[in-house]
């Protein structure tokens, strides 16, 4: 009995190095448009890839990546709202459903790496409003389901900022609309995730106190 008990923990603890090694890496990094890369070209009017195609042959999960190669002739819209995905242009986006990412720079042409980390699961929308809303118009726009997969790392599961209070004596601009978009950082989840890999490494321990 003693001998099968002992063998018994050489295979959990076999089975639980294997699982840690596993789930240590299998988050993913999904360069949009692959080498093609986040482009539109403005004198023919195309896509440097079918995004919508990429999108949907590719699987996206929690704490995966979006890494958009491209420069500052296109932008990185990403939004929650298929009203504002589909009107190709964030006059009316809402800050809380709608993010702007770029690299604060001016001028045409410069080469930029956006990476937008996945931090909420479900469906989301990506589209450049560059030209007025042309380029999404002409396929600069994709649709991502996220999965769960392994949950979201500790690395991106930080609680997100209080919330904005504005100073006493600022109340009463009710008749302003609120600015057309939008935070420059990636919405954050609060929720208590815990990985694969740790869930794993629990039940696994409590199975261990069980046998000894
Ligand atoms: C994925 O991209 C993020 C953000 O740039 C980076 O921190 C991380 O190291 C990348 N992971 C891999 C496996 O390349
Ligand atoms: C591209 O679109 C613009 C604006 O809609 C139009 O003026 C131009 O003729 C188009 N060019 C081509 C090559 O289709
Ligand atoms: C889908 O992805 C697979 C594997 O990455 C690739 O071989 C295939 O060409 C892709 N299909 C399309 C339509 O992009
Ligand atoms: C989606 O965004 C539009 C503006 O583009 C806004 O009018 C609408 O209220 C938003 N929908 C939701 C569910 O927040
Ligand atoms: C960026 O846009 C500007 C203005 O439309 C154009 O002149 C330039 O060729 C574009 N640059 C690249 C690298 O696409």
Not at 96 to 125: K, P
Not at 162 to 168: I, L, M, R
Request: glycine share 8%; with cysteine.
């Amino acid at each position: 009995m003693a001998a099968t008990k002992a063998a018994t923990l050489r295979l959990i603890v076999a089975a639980l190095l294997l699982i840690a090694a596993a789930a240590a890496d299998t988050y993913t990094n999904h360069t949009v448009g692959g080498d093609a890369g986040w482009f539109f070209d403005s004198t023919t009017n195309k896509t440097s890839a079918d995004y919508s195609a990429w999108a949907a042959n590719t699987t996206f999960n929690l704490g995966d990546y979006l890494i958009f190669n491209t420069n500052t002739n296109q932008t990185v819209i990403q939004t929650y709202n298929k009203t504002t995905y589909s009107s190709c242009i964030i006059d009316d986006a809402l800050d809380d459903d709608t993010f702007q990412y770029d690299g604060g720079r001016n001028e045409f042409g410069s080469a930029m790496t956006i990476d937008v980390a996945l931090t909420i699961e479900g469906t989301q929308y990506y589209f450049s409003d560059a030209s007025d809303g042309e380029q999404c118009q002409q396929g600069m726009a994709f649709e991502v389901k996220v999965g769960h997969g392994l949950g979201l790392p500790p690395s991106l599961n930080q609680p997100p900022p209080p919330a904005y209070v504005p100073p006493p004596g600022s109340a009463n601009d009710e008749g302003h609309s609120p600015p057309a978009t939008v935070a420059n950082t990636p919405p954050s989840s609060n929720h208590a995730i815990i990985t694969g890999a740790s869930f794993s490494v629990s039940v696994l321990l409590g199975l261990i106190s069980l046998l000894v």
